[in-house]
């Protein structure tokens, strides 16, 4: 990162008979130590840049991975994610909808029972989408710090040393003694335009990629609600179908066994009810 640095600073302090090195002569303790402070910004800017960058890589990455999967999977809620471990964005909403419907499992039988399921499945899904974007976000803050203070830094580090610079002047002075002083304040200005460049260009770039993250998130998140839904109004319309199967053969074997007569098994239906008021078809 320093080799990066370096030859911006060599190319922008650089004089034909000066070199950069004159220029940090001429600023006083202050403005060493503004300047010191805006070189570490600079170089935590390109950490945070550069791990920003790599982390909506892998994210991306694991996402559409995921996302791949999934078209292969015969049952979203069926799917069993291990506690504890590393998920990603759209496994975290998948486990989250998974989690919500296991507290119904078994009881779906009505259509006011797939309602209050799914109430619950896209609470868990926003409250996933919600935690997931504070994660999207992370390190967004400081490089939106450094864009807008790295330069006001700088210039309280010029305020200063021209500030020293006219205070140390004498009646007799000349512009050979003003000029290095103001030019060694000068440099804080320097060195807080170059921590902001790069960070304004490194910021605008990687939230225009967490907005489009974000936006495949929710339409995602939007997606999984009605594959959830539509497997759970099949599994309530088969529970459905079996508990009425269920009571015609009690109500056929019921005189049998007033009369005192064995009854038979009866065979299980094999084929479902023509039609069933109420319910639509979820395959």
Known sequence: MKAMLSPVLMFVLADATKGALWYFQQMDTAGLAVAGVLLICSFIGWGAMIGKWSDVQELRRRNHAFERRLRDEPSVVALNFPRGSNLGPYEFLVAEAVSAVQRHKGRLVRQSDVTLC????????????????????????????????????????????????FGALTEKASIAQLAPGVCGALVTTTLGLLVAIPATFGYNYLLTQVKIMTTELENFASSLADRVELELEGEARRNFEAVQERERLLRAAAPAVAAGVPVAPAPVATEPPAALPGWEDAQ
């Open 118 to 165: 799914m109430g619950h499945v896209e609470n868990a899904v926003q409250r996933g989408v919600a935690r997931t974007m504070v994660k999207y976000e992370d390190k967004m803050v400081l490089l939106s710090s450094l864009v807008s203070g790295g330069p006001f830094l700088g210039l309280l580090g010029t305020v200063w040393g021209v500030m020293v610079t």
